[in-house]
Structures are given as structure tokens and as C-alpha cells.
């Protein structure tokens, strides 16, 4: 079947107009062309990534399992946390806060306090789970997901979808990118606000007031480049581990009292 051309008068199967003899050219010698240049996908990749776009490298240390870096890392900051969290109480207003625990303990709350840690473990698991599969795939930051294009099964695969990373549009991804890690802590964050302001009030004020200017330095930062998020983020989630070293202590000399 043969489709009218605008410009080209009215004519039989046989006759073609100029512009199409044109583009039939272009076209077979753009195929001869891609014939000629038969290139591994190798040669054809770009730094850095494979030939569909994958990185080459994760961004996770190559010699120590995400596990163990995961444990190590959040054994000690947590550590650090709670350290700051009982400075709080021992030297801070401790009558006030012993009382506030004693109407956790008259109610049997300590168990709603403790439960936010077991919690917080099984957000540490699911982490762990999570960067397992990010080094084994190469996918780094801001990248959630990789798409698949669908191509015909006797064709060759196209590259994957992945976020573009330059220009406005790069900065673009990893600011929204910042704005979704910040919603993605906040529910925690916000019960643990909750349960700790109710034993130690004005430390959680300035907790919490720390905590929200640190995260406006982790989305500046992360907007920049991906590496540019971690001081934000590590100090911002330093603010969130005392709130939860608080609601720990608090927890725990409610039960035991």
C-alpha cells in the first residue's frame, strides 16, 4: 500500500516523488553504515557504565559485606547516640524527667517506648536487604529503579532507563530525590518527637530544630552531587538518634522502675 505524499502528484505504485527517493537513501545508507560498524557493546559503552548503561562499579567498599558495614556503622552511632541521650539525663533537669517516666510506669507505657526500637531494627534489616541488592545490581544513588525498554524478541536490547544525572535535570532528580529521603524518615522521626518530648520536652525542641536544619544541608548538599548528602544526612540522623536514645532510656527505666 502506498500513502499519498502531500507534495507529490497523484501517481502509480511504480513512481515515487524526490523527497521520497531522498529519504530511501538516507535510510539505506544509514543501514550500511550501522553494517560496517559492527562494534562490540563493549566498545560502545560509556565510561564508567556498561552497554546499557549500568554502572561498572558500586558505590558500596568492595571488601566489606554490606551486612558488616551496615552493623558496625549503626552499633557504633547508635552508641554515640545514647551516650548523648543519657548526658541529657543525667545532667539535665532529672527530677523533672523522673517524674514523667514514674506516669509511664504508672500506665505500663514503657513497652510502647520500647517497641520504637524493635522498630527501628526492622527498618535495619530491610536497609540491609536493600543494599545487598544495590551493590549486587551496580544501581547507585538517586537511582530507585531501572526500566527495561520492550523491544521485539529478534531484536538486539536497548540500554536501561535510568535518571539523568546532568545539568538542571541531574539536579533536579537528586533534589527530589532529598525531598523523598526526608519523607521517608519523617514518620519515624515524628513518633519519636512524640514519645520523647513527653519525658524530655525542651530537648527534643532543640533536637528537632538541629534535625531540620541538618536535612535542609543533606537536600543542598545531595542537589549538588549524590555524595554531596552524607554530612547532612549522617548529622541530621545523629539528631534522630538522641530522640531515640531518649525514648530508650525512657523505655527502659519505666519497665525496670
Not at 543501514?31 to 558500586?58: M, N
Not at 520500647?114 to 544501581?139: D, E, P, T
Not at 519523607?183 to 525542651?202: C, D, I, K, T
Amino acid at each position: 500500500h502506498f500513502r499519498q505524499h502531500p507534495f507529490c502528484p497523484a501517481r502509480g505504485p511504480s513512481r515515487r516523488c524526490p523527497g521520497e527517493e531522498r529519504v530511501m537513501k538516507k535510510s539505506i545508507m544509514k543501514h550500511q553504515d550501522s553494517d560496517s560498524t559492527d562494534v562490540s557493546g563493549d566498545e560502545q559503552a560509556s565510561p564508567g557504565v556498561d552497554a546499557r548503561g549500568i554502572p561498572l562499579k558500586s558505590d558500596y567498599p568492595e571488601g566489606l559485606p554490606v551486612p558488616a558495614l551496615y552493623a558496625i556503622f549503626t552499633t557504633v552511632f547508635t552508641a554515640i547516640c545514647l551516650g548523648i541521650a543519657f548526658a541529657i539525663y543525667k545532667f539535665g533537669s532529672t527530677e523533672k524527667y523522673d517524674k514523667k517516666i514514674e506516669v509511664l510506669t504508672a500506665y505500663d507505657l514503657g513497652w510502647v517506648y520500647l517497641v520504637m526500637f524493635a522498630v527501628k531494627l526492622g527498618m535495619f534489616g530491610i536497609n540491609i536487604n536493600l543494599g545487598v541488592a544495590r551493590k549486587a545490581a551496580k544501581v547507585n544513588v538517586p537511582d530507585q529503579h531501572v526500566y527495561k525498554v520492550h523491544t521485539p524478541g529478534d531484536t538486539s536490547p536497548l540500554g536501561f532507563v535510568l535518571m539523568e544525572s546532568e545539568g538542571d535535570l541531574g539536579r533536579f532528580n537528586r533534589a527530589q530525590r532529598a525531598y523523598m529521603n526526608y519523607l521517608e524518615s519523617s514518620p519515624l522521626f515524628f513518633v519519636y518527637v512524640l514519645l520523647a518530648g513527653f519525658v524530655f520536652p525542651f530537648p527534643t525542641f532543640v533536637t528537632g530544630i538541629y534535625y531540620a536544619v541538618m536535612r535542609i544541608v543533606a537536600a543542598v548538599g545531595y542537589t549538588q552531587e549524590p555524595k554531596g548528602r552524607m554530612a547532612g544526612n549522617m548529622l541530621g540522623n545523629l539528631g534522630s538518634g538522641v530522640l531515640e536514645g531518649m525514648v530508650i532510656i525512657a523505655g527502659v527505666k519505666a519497665v525496670m522502675v
